[in-house]
Protein backbone atom coordinates (compact mmCIF):
# COMPACT_ATOMS: atom_id res chain seq x y z
CA UNK A 1 0.00 0.00 0.00
CA UNK A 2 1.35 3.74 -0.68
CA UNK A 3 2.20 5.87 1.78
CA UNK A 4 0.69 9.35 1.73
CA UNK A 5 1.97 11.70 4.26
CA UNK A 6 5.62 12.92 4.95
CA UNK A 7 7.26 10.24 6.59
CA UNK A 8 11.26 9.70 7.30
CA UNK A 9 13.01 5.84 6.94
CA UNK A 10 15.65 5.40 9.93
CA UNK A 11 18.23 2.93 9.66
CA UNK A 12 21.04 1.82 11.92
CA UNK A 13 24.26 2.02 10.36
CA UNK A 14 26.36 5.38 11.99
CA UNK A 15 29.49 6.44 10.07
CA UNK A 16 31.89 9.19 11.12
CA UNK A 17 30.97 12.73 9.73
CA UNK A 18 33.41 15.64 8.79
CA UNK A 19 32.36 19.41 7.24
CA UNK A 20 33.72 20.06 3.94
CA UNK A 21 34.06 23.31 2.70
CA UNK A 22 32.52 24.79 -0.11
CA UNK A 23 33.96 26.65 -3.02
CA UNK A 24 32.65 28.68 -5.64
CA UNK A 25 33.08 28.76 -9.18
CA UNK A 26 35.89 31.24 -10.46
CA UNK A 27 35.10 34.25 -12.90
CA UNK A 28 35.49 34.29 -16.53
CA UNK A 29 39.30 34.45 -17.84
CA UNK A 30 40.06 37.77 -19.40
CA UNK A 31 41.25 37.58 -23.00
CA UNK A 32 43.83 39.29 -25.10
CA UNK A 33 43.83 38.91 -28.48
CA UNK A 34 47.52 38.16 -30.44
CA UNK A 35 46.06 40.98 -32.96
CA UNK A 36 45.51 43.48 -30.31
CA UNK A 37 47.35 46.69 -28.88
CA UNK A 38 48.59 46.16 -26.77
CA UNK A 39 49.75 42.69 -27.64
CA UNK A 40 53.14 42.57 -29.92
CA UNK A 41 53.98 40.06 -32.63
CA UNK A 42 56.84 39.66 -34.19
CA UNK A 43 55.87 38.20 -37.65
CA UNK A 44 51.96 39.17 -39.37
CA UNK A 45 48.54 39.25 -38.25
CA UNK A 46 46.59 37.05 -40.77
CA UNK A 47 43.32 35.54 -41.70
CA UNK A 48 44.12 32.92 -44.21
CA UNK A 49 43.08 29.97 -41.72
CA UNK A 50 39.51 29.30 -40.68
CA UNK A 51 38.83 29.10 -36.73
CA UNK A 52 40.36 31.83 -34.79
CA UNK A 53 38.19 34.75 -32.82
CA UNK A 54 38.66 38.38 -33.13
CA UNK A 55 39.58 39.95 -36.64
CA UNK A 56 42.87 37.58 -36.66
CA UNK A 57 45.78 35.69 -35.14
CA UNK A 58 49.61 35.92 -35.06
CA UNK A 59 51.50 33.95 -37.35
CA UNK A 60 54.87 34.87 -35.88
CA UNK A 61 58.37 34.69 -38.16
CA UNK A 62 59.71 31.45 -38.72
CA UNK A 63 63.53 32.70 -36.90
CA UNK A 64 64.22 32.48 -33.04
CA UNK A 65 63.21 36.27 -32.84
CA UNK A 66 59.75 35.77 -34.42
CA UNK A 67 58.29 36.43 -30.57
CA UNK A 68 54.75 37.25 -29.81
CA UNK A 69 54.14 39.30 -26.42
CA UNK A 70 50.96 40.10 -24.38
CA UNK A 71 50.21 42.94 -21.75
CA UNK A 72 48.03 41.72 -18.74
CA UNK A 73 47.07 43.24 -15.87
CA UNK A 74 46.30 41.89 -12.55
CA UNK A 75 44.09 42.51 -9.81
CA UNK A 76 46.66 41.41 -6.63
CA UNK A 77 49.55 39.33 -6.98
CA UNK A 78 49.42 35.67 -7.04
CA UNK A 79 49.12 32.81 -9.17
CA UNK A 80 47.11 33.14 -12.56
CA UNK A 81 46.15 30.20 -14.70
CA UNK A 82 46.89 31.07 -18.66
CA UNK A 83 45.63 29.58 -21.65
CA UNK A 84 47.39 30.01 -25.32
CA UNK A 85 45.40 28.86 -28.30
CA UNK A 86 47.13 28.44 -31.11
CA UNK A 87 47.51 25.99 -33.86
CA UNK A 88 50.13 24.27 -35.80
CA UNK A 89 49.48 22.34 -39.14
CA UNK A 90 53.07 20.62 -39.26
CA UNK A 91 53.61 17.32 -37.86
CA UNK A 92 56.19 18.34 -35.44
CA UNK A 93 56.11 20.21 -32.12
CA UNK A 94 57.50 23.91 -31.95
CA UNK A 95 59.43 24.62 -28.71
CA UNK A 96 59.39 27.91 -26.66
CA UNK A 97 59.99 29.41 -23.53
CA UNK A 98 57.48 31.10 -21.48
CA UNK A 99 58.51 34.61 -19.96
CA UNK A 100 56.90 36.02 -17.17
CA UNK A 101 57.95 40.08 -16.44
CA UNK A 102 61.37 38.79 -18.19
CA UNK A 103 62.15 35.69 -16.61
CA UNK A 104 61.51 32.20 -18.11
CA UNK A 105 58.27 30.62 -16.04
CA UNK A 106 57.35 27.61 -18.87
CA UNK A 107 59.44 25.48 -21.74
CA UNK A 108 56.40 24.68 -23.75
CA UNK A 109 56.26 22.31 -26.60
CA UNK A 110 53.26 23.06 -29.43
CA UNK A 111 52.45 19.92 -30.31
CA UNK A 112 50.79 19.65 -34.11
CA UNK A 113 46.86 19.81 -34.54
CA UNK A 114 46.56 18.39 -37.69
CA UNK A 115 45.51 21.51 -39.70
CA UNK A 116 46.73 25.32 -39.34
CA UNK A 117 42.45 25.26 -39.12
CA UNK A 118 42.43 23.30 -35.63
CA UNK A 119 42.62 25.02 -32.93
CA UNK A 120 43.77 23.65 -29.51
CA UNK A 121 44.77 25.53 -26.23
CA UNK A 122 47.48 24.91 -23.96
CA UNK A 123 47.27 25.84 -20.04
CA UNK A 124 50.44 27.16 -17.57
CA UNK A 125 50.26 28.15 -13.82
CA UNK A 126 52.54 31.73 -13.36
CA UNK A 127 52.76 33.62 -10.68
CA UNK A 128 51.97 37.83 -11.72
CA UNK A 129 52.23 40.67 -9.66
CA UNK A 130 49.82 43.48 -8.67
CA UNK A 131 49.30 45.64 -11.87
CA UNK A 132 50.84 45.02 -15.32
CA UNK A 133 52.53 42.32 -16.33
CA UNK A 134 54.28 40.91 -19.65
CA UNK A 135 53.68 37.55 -20.56
CA UNK A 136 56.78 36.36 -23.82
CA UNK A 137 56.36 33.58 -25.71
CA UNK A 138 60.16 33.13 -27.70
CA UNK A 139 60.58 30.37 -30.11
CA UNK A 140 63.63 28.55 -29.18
CA UNK A 141 64.04 26.93 -32.68
CA UNK A 142 64.19 28.37 -36.24
CA UNK A 143 60.56 27.33 -37.15
CA UNK A 144 59.52 29.70 -34.80
CA UNK A 145 56.05 29.99 -33.25
CA UNK A 146 52.64 28.20 -34.21
CA UNK A 147 49.91 30.37 -34.95
CA UNK A 148 48.46 31.86 -31.99
CA UNK A 149 44.91 33.16 -31.42
CA UNK A 150 44.63 34.74 -28.14
CA UNK A 151 45.75 34.21 -24.58
CA UNK A 152 43.11 33.83 -21.57
CA UNK A 153 44.01 34.60 -18.39
CA UNK A 154 42.66 33.53 -15.24
CA UNK A 155 43.19 34.43 -11.46
CA UNK A 156 43.45 32.00 -8.89
CA UNK A 157 44.51 28.75 -10.63
CA UNK A 158 41.60 28.37 -12.75
CA UNK A 159 39.98 24.77 -12.24
CA UNK A 160 36.65 25.27 -11.18
CA UNK A 161 35.47 22.82 -8.67
CA UNK A 162 31.36 22.47 -8.03
CA UNK A 163 30.40 22.71 -4.29
CA UNK A 164 31.98 20.63 -1.92
CA UNK A 165 34.59 19.18 -4.30
CA UNK A 166 34.66 15.62 -4.94
CA UNK A 167 33.29 13.75 -2.51
CA UNK A 168 33.21 9.72 -1.96
CA UNK A 169 34.43 6.56 -3.64
CA UNK A 170 35.63 8.47 -6.61
CA UNK A 171 38.30 10.46 -4.36
CA UNK A 172 39.75 7.26 -2.33
CA UNK A 173 42.59 4.83 -3.21
CA UNK A 174 44.36 7.27 -4.87
CA UNK A 175 41.81 9.75 -6.19
CA UNK A 176 40.19 11.07 -9.21
CA UNK A 177 42.18 14.05 -10.60
CA UNK A 178 41.29 13.50 -14.96
CA UNK A 179 42.89 15.64 -17.04
CA UNK A 180 45.04 17.97 -14.74
CA UNK A 181 48.59 18.78 -15.29
CA UNK A 182 48.19 18.00 -19.14
CA UNK A 183 47.05 20.21 -21.79
CA UNK A 184 44.05 22.11 -22.42
CA UNK A 185 42.27 21.89 -25.97
CA UNK A 186 38.88 22.97 -26.85
CA UNK A 187 36.58 21.12 -29.50
CA UNK A 188 33.67 22.84 -31.44
CA UNK A 189 32.92 19.39 -33.84
CA UNK A 190 31.99 16.08 -33.12
CA UNK A 191 35.22 14.70 -35.25
CA UNK A 192 37.70 16.45 -33.19
CA UNK A 193 36.00 15.50 -30.17
CA UNK A 194 36.13 11.83 -30.96
CA UNK A 195 40.09 12.69 -31.87
CA UNK A 196 40.56 14.09 -28.51
CA UNK A 197 38.78 12.13 -26.16
CA UNK A 198 40.15 9.23 -27.30
CA UNK A 199 44.43 10.49 -27.68
CA UNK A 200 46.25 9.33 -24.87
CA UNK A 201 48.12 11.49 -22.24
CA UNK A 202 46.54 13.95 -19.85
CA UNK A 203 43.96 15.94 -21.66
CA UNK A 204 41.25 18.56 -20.38
CA UNK A 205 38.82 18.75 -23.21
CA UNK A 206 36.78 21.50 -23.56
CA UNK A 207 33.12 21.06 -25.70
CA UNK A 208 32.24 24.38 -27.15
CA UNK A 209 28.42 24.25 -28.32
CA UNK A 210 25.96 21.23 -28.73
CA UNK A 211 27.74 17.89 -30.86
CA UNK A 212 25.89 15.36 -32.68
CA UNK A 213 27.75 12.37 -33.72
CA UNK A 214 27.16 8.39 -33.38
CA UNK A 215 28.44 5.33 -32.53
CA UNK A 216 31.25 4.84 -29.79
CA UNK A 217 33.18 6.93 -28.28
CA UNK A 218 35.89 5.24 -26.53
CA UNK A 219 37.58 7.76 -24.00
CA UNK A 220 41.42 7.15 -22.95
CA UNK A 221 42.40 7.53 -19.59
CA UNK A 222 43.36 10.59 -17.60
CA UNK A 223 40.52 12.90 -19.23
CA UNK A 224 38.70 15.61 -18.42
CA UNK A 225 35.65 16.46 -20.50
CA UNK A 226 33.76 19.64 -19.96
CA UNK A 227 31.28 21.53 -21.45
CA UNK A 228 31.57 25.34 -22.11
CA UNK A 229 29.40 27.62 -20.45
CA UNK A 230 25.59 26.15 -20.26
CA UNK A 231 24.53 24.79 -23.28
CA UNK A 232 27.40 22.58 -24.57
CA UNK A 233 27.46 18.95 -24.42
CA UNK A 234 27.07 15.68 -26.83
CA UNK A 235 24.05 13.75 -28.97
CA UNK A 236 23.94 10.22 -30.69
CA UNK A 237 26.97 8.69 -29.01
CA UNK A 238 28.10 5.95 -26.61
CA UNK A 239 30.89 7.71 -24.23
CA UNK A 240 32.29 4.47 -23.20
CA UNK A 241 34.70 4.46 -20.42
CA UNK A 242 36.72 0.53 -20.22
CA UNK A 243 39.04 -1.54 -19.40
CA UNK A 244 41.13 1.07 -17.38
CA UNK A 245 42.21 0.85 -13.99
CA UNK A 246 42.71 3.70 -13.11
CA UNK A 247 40.48 5.34 -15.91
CA UNK A 248 41.07 8.51 -14.42
CA UNK A 249 38.25 10.20 -15.66
CA UNK A 250 35.91 12.85 -15.14
CA UNK A 251 32.84 14.67 -16.83
CA UNK A 252 31.46 17.05 -16.07
CA UNK A 253 29.21 20.68 -17.16
CA UNK A 254 27.66 18.81 -20.44
CA UNK A 255 24.42 18.43 -21.84
CA UNK A 256 24.22 14.48 -22.32
CA UNK A 257 21.23 12.78 -24.67
CA UNK A 258 20.24 9.69 -24.03
CA UNK A 259 21.35 7.13 -26.89
CA UNK A 260 18.55 5.21 -29.07
CA UNK A 261 19.13 1.42 -28.76
CA UNK A 262 22.41 1.95 -26.46
CA UNK A 263 23.92 3.58 -23.22
CA UNK A 264 24.70 7.73 -23.34
CA UNK A 265 27.15 6.77 -20.49
CA UNK A 266 29.30 3.48 -20.29
CA UNK A 267 31.42 2.06 -17.78
CA UNK A 268 32.74 -1.46 -17.55
CA UNK A 269 36.01 -2.42 -15.81
CA UNK A 270 37.16 0.96 -15.04
CA UNK A 271 38.24 2.44 -12.00
CA UNK A 272 38.23 6.02 -10.30
CA UNK A 273 35.83 7.89 -12.28
CA UNK A 274 33.61 11.37 -11.64
CA UNK A 275 30.30 12.45 -13.35
CA UNK A 276 29.34 15.63 -11.80
CA UNK A 277 27.53 18.87 -12.57
CA UNK A 278 26.20 17.26 -16.20
CA UNK A 279 22.47 17.56 -17.38
CA UNK A 280 21.19 13.78 -18.53
CA UNK A 281 17.89 13.33 -20.57
CA UNK A 282 15.96 11.62 -22.78
CA UNK A 283 12.15 11.62 -24.22
CA UNK A 284 9.63 9.19 -22.68
CA UNK A 285 8.70 6.74 -25.22
CA UNK A 286 5.85 3.48 -25.14
CA UNK A 287 8.95 1.39 -24.75
CA UNK A 288 11.23 0.98 -21.90
CA UNK A 289 13.85 -0.29 -24.36
CA UNK A 290 13.33 2.81 -26.84
CA UNK A 291 16.98 3.92 -25.17
CA UNK A 292 19.20 1.75 -22.36
CA UNK A 293 20.90 3.27 -19.39
CA UNK A 294 21.38 7.02 -19.02
CA UNK A 295 24.72 5.64 -16.75
CA UNK A 296 25.45 2.09 -16.39
CA UNK A 297 28.44 1.05 -14.11
CA UNK A 298 29.45 -3.01 -14.60
CA UNK A 299 31.48 -5.31 -15.03
CA UNK A 300 33.10 -5.01 -11.57
CA UNK A 301 34.01 -0.78 -12.42
CA UNK A 302 34.88 0.91 -9.31
CA UNK A 303 35.82 3.60 -7.22
CA UNK A 304 32.98 5.74 -9.01
CA UNK A 305 31.56 9.23 -7.71
CA UNK A 306 28.11 10.73 -9.37
CA UNK A 307 27.27 14.04 -8.10
CA UNK A 308 25.67 17.32 -8.45
CA UNK A 309 23.67 15.94 -12.18
CA UNK A 310 20.15 16.46 -13.53
CA UNK A 311 18.98 13.18 -14.75
CA UNK A 312 14.96 13.51 -15.74
CA UNK A 313 12.45 11.51 -18.52
CA UNK A 314 14.66 8.24 -19.06
CA UNK A 315 13.61 4.81 -17.78
CA UNK A 316 16.70 2.73 -17.14
CA UNK A 317 18.45 5.04 -15.11
CA UNK A 318 21.65 3.62 -13.91
CA UNK A 319 22.23 -0.02 -13.34
CA UNK A 320 24.97 -0.98 -10.92
CA UNK A 321 26.05 -4.67 -11.75
CA UNK A 322 24.19 -5.97 -15.32
CA UNK A 323 23.47 -9.45 -14.79
CA UNK A 324 22.95 -11.58 -11.43
CA UNK A 325 25.08 -14.29 -12.74
CA UNK A 326 27.85 -12.12 -12.41
CA UNK A 327 28.75 -11.93 -8.82
CA UNK A 328 32.28 -13.92 -9.00
CA UNK A 329 33.20 -11.03 -11.06
CA UNK A 330 31.36 -8.20 -9.20
CA UNK A 331 31.84 -8.82 -5.83
CA UNK A 332 34.24 -6.72 -3.42
CA UNK A 333 33.82 -3.83 -6.21
CA UNK A 334 31.22 -1.14 -7.76
CA UNK A 335 31.61 0.81 -4.95
CA UNK A 336 29.68 4.10 -5.72
CA UNK A 337 28.52 7.58 -4.56
CA UNK A 338 25.49 9.01 -5.92
CA UNK A 339 24.97 12.48 -4.39
CA UNK A 340 22.83 15.64 -4.73
CA UNK A 341 21.72 14.74 -7.73
CA UNK A 342 18.12 15.65 -9.27
CA UNK A 343 16.30 12.25 -10.57
CA UNK A 344 13.25 13.39 -12.30
CA UNK A 345 10.75 10.92 -14.18
CA UNK A 346 13.28 8.40 -14.45
CA UNK A 347 11.03 5.38 -13.58
CA UNK A 348 13.73 2.82 -12.52
CA UNK A 349 16.93 2.38 -11.82
CA UNK A 350 18.48 5.44 -9.71
CA UNK A 351 19.69 3.17 -9.45
CA UNK A 352 19.46 -0.63 -9.31
CA UNK A 353 22.44 -2.45 -7.62
CA UNK A 354 23.49 -5.96 -7.44
CA UNK A 355 26.32 -7.26 -5.98
CA UNK A 356 27.86 -3.47 -4.93
CA UNK A 357 29.04 -2.78 -1.33
CA UNK A 358 28.74 -0.33 -0.25
CA UNK A 359 26.96 1.84 -2.48
CA UNK A 360 26.27 5.04 -0.75
CA UNK A 361 22.78 7.09 -2.07
CA UNK A 362 22.87 10.29 0.04
CA UNK A 363 21.22 14.08 -0.31
CA UNK A 364 19.76 13.31 -3.90
CA UNK A 365 16.40 14.52 -4.79
CA UNK A 366 13.66 12.36 -6.65
CA UNK A 367 10.39 13.52 -8.27
CA UNK A 368 7.58 12.12 -9.98
CA UNK A 369 8.80 8.97 -10.64
CA UNK A 370 5.44 7.34 -11.05
CA UNK A 371 4.91 6.32 -14.60
CA UNK A 372 2.85 3.39 -13.52
CA UNK A 373 2.70 0.43 -10.79
CA UNK A 374 6.26 -0.80 -11.48
CA UNK A 375 7.88 2.31 -10.80
CA UNK A 376 10.57 2.90 -8.49
CA UNK A 377 13.61 4.92 -7.71
CA UNK A 378 16.07 2.72 -6.18
CA UNK A 379 16.95 -1.15 -6.02
CA UNK A 380 18.94 -3.46 -3.66
CA UNK A 381 19.21 -6.83 -5.45
CA UNK A 382 21.20 -10.19 -5.34
CA UNK A 383 22.75 -8.92 -2.04
CA UNK A 384 24.12 -5.59 -2.86
CA UNK A 385 24.61 -3.49 0.21
CA UNK A 386 23.31 0.49 0.19
CA UNK A 387 23.39 3.39 2.80
CA UNK A 388 20.42 5.40 1.59
CA UNK A 389 20.28 8.49 3.54
CA UNK A 390 19.51 12.36 3.63
CA UNK A 391 16.99 11.67 0.58
CA UNK A 392 13.98 13.41 -0.76
CA UNK A 393 11.49 11.29 -2.70
CA UNK A 394 8.02 13.58 -4.28
CA UNK A 395 5.50 11.68 -6.09
CA UNK A 396 7.34 8.54 -6.03
CA UNK A 397 5.15 4.90 -6.87
CA UNK A 398 8.50 3.08 -4.37
CA UNK A 399 11.60 4.64 -3.26
CA UNK A 400 13.23 1.54 -2.48
CA UNK A 401 12.99 -2.10 -2.90
CA UNK A 402 15.64 -4.28 -1.27
CA UNK A 403 13.77 -7.20 0.87
CA UNK A 404 11.79 -8.31 -1.54
CA UNK A 405 14.02 -8.25 -4.42
CA UNK A 406 12.74 -7.18 -7.75
CA UNK A 407 11.98 -8.69 -11.11
CA UNK A 408 13.59 -11.74 -10.88
CA UNK A 409 16.42 -11.02 -8.84
CA UNK A 410 17.19 -12.12 -5.01
CA UNK A 411 16.79 -9.49 -2.28
CA UNK A 412 19.36 -7.17 -1.30
CA UNK A 413 20.99 -5.48 1.74
CA UNK A 414 19.83 -1.75 2.42
CA UNK A 415 20.20 1.10 5.32
CA UNK A 416 17.93 3.92 5.24
CA UNK A 417 18.42 6.73 7.56
CA UNK A 418 17.20 10.40 7.52
CA UNK A 419 14.94 10.27 4.17
CA UNK A 420 11.78 12.70 3.46
CA UNK A 421 8.56 10.85 1.95
CA UNK A 422 5.87 12.70 0.77
CA UNK A 423 3.06 11.24 -1.61
CA UNK A 424 5.27 8.18 -2.03
CA UNK A 425 5.90 4.48 -1.18
CA UNK A 426 8.24 3.10 1.39
CA UNK A 427 12.26 2.82 1.82
CA UNK A 428 11.94 -0.80 2.12
CA UNK A 429 15.28 -2.20 4.12
CA UNK A 430 17.08 -5.32 4.84
CA UNK A 431 19.75 -6.19 7.41
CA UNK A 432 23.10 -4.48 7.59
CA UNK A 433 25.52 -2.76 5.47
CA UNK A 434 29.19 -2.26 5.62
CA UNK A 435 30.20 1.16 7.18
CA UNK A 436 31.18 4.29 4.78
CA UNK A 437 35.15 4.45 4.98
CA UNK A 438 35.06 8.17 3.94
CA UNK A 439 34.02 11.40 5.27
CA UNK A 440 31.45 13.19 4.11
CA UNK A 441 28.74 15.70 5.57
CA UNK A 442 24.86 14.67 4.75
CA UNK A 443 22.97 17.79 4.58
CA UNK A 444 19.91 18.31 6.37
CA UNK A 445 17.22 16.45 4.69
CA UNK A 446 14.73 20.01 4.84
CA UNK A 447 17.64 21.89 3.05
CA UNK A 448 18.35 19.25 -0.10
CA UNK A 449 15.51 19.89 -2.27
CA UNK A 450 16.58 23.50 -2.08
CA UNK A 451 20.39 22.84 -2.31
CA UNK A 452 19.85 20.38 -5.30
CA UNK A 453 17.71 22.27 -7.44
CA UNK A 454 19.55 25.30 -7.43
CA UNK A 455 22.96 23.88 -7.38
CA UNK A 456 22.93 20.10 -9.82
CA UNK A 457 23.28 20.13 -13.92
CA UNK A 458 24.95 21.89 -16.46
CA UNK A 459 26.07 25.64 -16.09
CA UNK A 460 26.13 25.52 -12.36
CA UNK A 461 29.71 24.98 -11.56
Given at each position: ?39 V ?19 G ?8 Q ?79 D ?10 P ?39 S ?40 I ?86 S ?120 K ?12
Amino acid sequence: MRVKPMIACVGLLAGALVAVASSTAQAAPTRYEAESTPAVCSGAIDTDWTGYSGSGFCNGSNSTGGYLQFTVVAAAAGTATVGVRFANGTSAARSAALLVNGSTAQSPSFEGTGAWSTWVTRTFSVSLTAGSNTIRLNPTTSAGLPNVDYLDVEAGGGDPRPPGGLVGWAAQAGGTTGGAGGSTVTVSTFADFRTQAQSSGAKTILVDGMLSGSGTVEIGADKTIRGVGSGSGISGTTLNIEDMSPANVIIQNMNIRGKVGGDAIQIESATHIWIDHNTMSSTIEDSPDYYDGMLDITHAADYITVSWNVIRNHWKTSLVGHSDGNGSEDRGHLRVTYHHNWFDRTFERSPRVRFGETVHVFNNYYTNVDNNADSYAIASVMDAGLLVEGNVFENVRQACWSASGYADSDPGRLVARNNSLTDSGPCEVNGTVAAIPYSYTADAVGTVKSSVTAGSGAGKL
